[in-house]
């Protein structure tokens, strides 16, 4: 099958860099598939689990916000952050939920209500992924 260059970088640095096969990036509007030879362009990351295929199978990350450009078989993603599925701490991410509950229990402004709701959909994909790979 043909491959393509895929790079991740987030705020800590380069998390992937190598071959793919297939990328499926989570956006706004539902998942969106890259493949090969795809059309140029540039596309919003919403947060959410992205699945590549490469030579090891299919690979799940979890994404912050960010974006994707494609051009000349090249796909880069610049996003606020990424992690795999194994190196989530459960206890952790459900602390942050918590966390993120009694910051939109508050909404004490109009900014702490978004940034609770960003805290909230970061945990609750942090634990949907956590509980999917490992059940």
């Not at 030579?55 to 000349?72: F, H, K, M, P, T």
Request: aromatic share 8%.
């Amino acid at each position: 099958m043909n491959t393509f260059q895929l790079k991740i970088t987030s705020s800590s640095g380069c998390f992937y860099d190598g071959p793919c096969e297939s990328l499926i990036l989570p956006t706004d509007d539902g998942a969106y598939g890259i493949q090969a030879n795809h059309e140029s362009m540039v596309i919003g990351i919403c947060i959410g689990e992205m699945r590549f295929l490469n030579e090891n199978g299919w690979q799940s990350v979890i994404l912050g916000q960010g974006y994707a450009r494609s051009e000349d078989n090249h796909v880069t993603l610049v996003v606020d952050s990424a992690e795999r599925p194994e190196d989530i701490d459960e206890n952790r991410a459900r602390a942050a939920k918590q966390r993120a509950e009694e910051r939109l229990a508050v909404q004490n402004s109009r900014k702490e209500y978004y940034r609770g709701k960003l805290a909230m959909t970061r945990a609750m994909t942090r634990l949907k992924v956590k509980e999917k790979k490992y059940l």
